[in-house]
């Protein structure tokens, strides 16, 4: 069953999957490899190589496994999540395709704000489910963990009076999308805008129902019942980081690996997989709390844990998602 094509849809998952411009999909992943072995690079000329292998040496493997489990755990809440919006949506898929679909999303967790989870609802529209109507999820999940990612370090900020102007930025930015998202006054002049300009009227049409279909979600009911799920997701990726430091010897409570965790995601959001912005922040933040060594290594395994166990998670969803499609298609010939 295929749905309507939405600005080329199609053609785009087509390259994300790798099905077609399979070159330039593996450049990009090639690229985006590269800067991450170029940034650690230089974290470890900054730290010391041998401070890196003396604290290297001295990570128990159990540290990856539990720091793999409550990275899982924010996957599991997130989903919950997803469940939670499509209900709202009246989207109806089978429990294990949609949980394949959703996890397909981290293929692209590499992308800045990790806008690649779109390709859910291109996968979606495969499934006959206009892609209009699901990219409004999309576009609340991101808000969503923004605005959750934001409330766990505004609330460390309380105590830890550190990040204000990371903090401050990303207040501002959630505040601004929810009132450009939410306003009918906007809506018409963006609108009006499109058809002055001669967008053609198919295209106005569907952007006019994306545009409708995201302000559905924006409400205090939706973000009651969706935004707890969000907070618990990530505060759990906080907790898999002050777990890593303690278990190397850091000295961090638990609430403060929350909120350095939290600040430095906020500080990586615009970056690639938020390479660069997130370990620059963190090792800023807790530049006096330990040796560089185990600062550095303490990143890493968070960085393998999570940025690097969700692509792996999102290319193996896909996989399956390729293969259901080839003995569907088998069956119907």
Not at 76 to 84: G, H, S, T
Not at 168 to 183: D, E, K
Not at 279 to 299: C, N, Q, T, Y
């Amino acid at each position: 069953m295929s749905g309507p094509d939405f600005l080329g849809s199609r053609k785009i998952f087509r390259t994300l999957t790798m099905s077609e411009s399979s070159g330039k999909s593996s450049r990009r992943i090639f690229l985006f490899i590269l800067l991450f072995i170029i940034i650690y690079v230089l974290m470890t000329l900054w730290a010391g190589y041998d401070n890196i292998l003396k604290a290297f040496s001295s990570v128990p493997l159990y540290t990856f496994a539990v720091g793999i489990s409550l990275a899982s755990l924010n996957y599991v809440f997130r989903y919950i999540r997803w469940v939670l919006l499509l209900k709202t949506g009246d989207i109806s898929i089978s429990n294990g395709k949609n949980m394949l679909i959703f996890l397909s999303g981290f293929s692209l967790t590499m992308t800045p704000g990790k806008v690649g989870e779109a390709v859910k609802s291109v996968l979606l529209a495969r499934e006959g489910i206009a892609i209009e109507k699901t990219l409004g999820i999309v576009i609340y999940e991101r808000l969503s963990d923004l605005a959750a990612v934001t409330l766990l370090a505004l609330s460390g900020f309380i105590f830890y009076r550190k990040g204000f102007s990371v903090i401050a930025a990303a207040i501002s930015i959630v505040g601004i999308l929810l009132f450009i998202l939410s306003s009918e006054l906007i809506r018409n002049w963006f609108l009006d805008l499109l058809r002055k300009v001669k967008v053609p009227p198919v295209i106005l049409e569907k952007i006019s129902g994306l545009i409708v279909h995201t302000q559905k979600y924006l409400t205090l009911k939706t973000h009651i019942r969706t935004l707890p799920w969000a907070v618990a997701g990530w505060a759990a990726e906080g907790i898999a980081f002050f777990v890593i430091v303690r278990i190397l010897g850091i000295p961090l409570g638990v609430f403060e690996g929350i909120f350095v965790f939290s600040v430095s995601t906020l500080a990586g959001v615009l970056f690639p997989g938020g390479l660069g912005g997130m370990e620059g922040m963190m090792l800023f933040l807790l530049r006096s709390r330990a040796d560089a060594g185990l600062l550095v290594i303490s990143i890493f395994i968070l960085r393998i844990c999570t940025l690097w166990w969700a692509t792996l998670c999102g290319i193996v969803a896909l996989f399956f998602l390729k293969l259901i499609g080839k003995k569907q298609k088998i069956i119907e010939n």
